[in-house]
Nanobody
Framework: QVRVVESGGGLVQPGESLRLSCAAS????????MAWYRQAPGKERELVAA???????NYADSVRGRFTISRDKPQKTVYLQMNSLKPEDTAVYYC??????????WGQGTQVTVSS
């Protein structure tokens, strides 16, 4: 049984910050890549940020310079630090553990709302 659970979402005003956390089961040690996705109402799910097992980082152009993905291997936790939040960042954010090209696991999602 593999479990991926996100937390840290909430309601903030434009320009403020949030940090999301993703806690995975101990099976996370076999993952090659951890990633954050988001899905806004009426839109397709999109990749926000990813970190490979080798530490290579990837960011969507819309968040580069504002968001930072990081990992805590001993705690089996991945984070998404979100700064200078904009209303267009409003979405449900999902954590994804990618084991290989055929196997991946999704969290349940956490709501982030940026509004004045």
């Amino acid at each position: 049984q593999v479990r991926v659970v996100e937390s840290g979402g909430g309601l903030v005003q434009p320009g403020e910050s949030l940090r999301l956390s993703c806690a995975a089961s101990r099976n996370m040690f076999s993952a090659k890549t951890m990633a954050w996705y988001r899905q806004a109402p009426g839109k397709e799910r999109e990749l926000v940020a990813a970190i490979t097992g080798g530490g290579i980082l990837n960011y969507a152009d819309s968040v580069r310079g504002r968001f930072t993905i990081s990992r805590d291997k001993p705690q089996k936790t991945v984070y998404l630090q979100m700064n200078s939040l904009k209303p267009e960042d409003t979405a449900v954010y999902y954590c994804k553990m990618i084991v290989n090209h055929e196997v991946a696991y999704w969290g349940q999602g956490t709501q982030v709302t940026v509004s004045s």
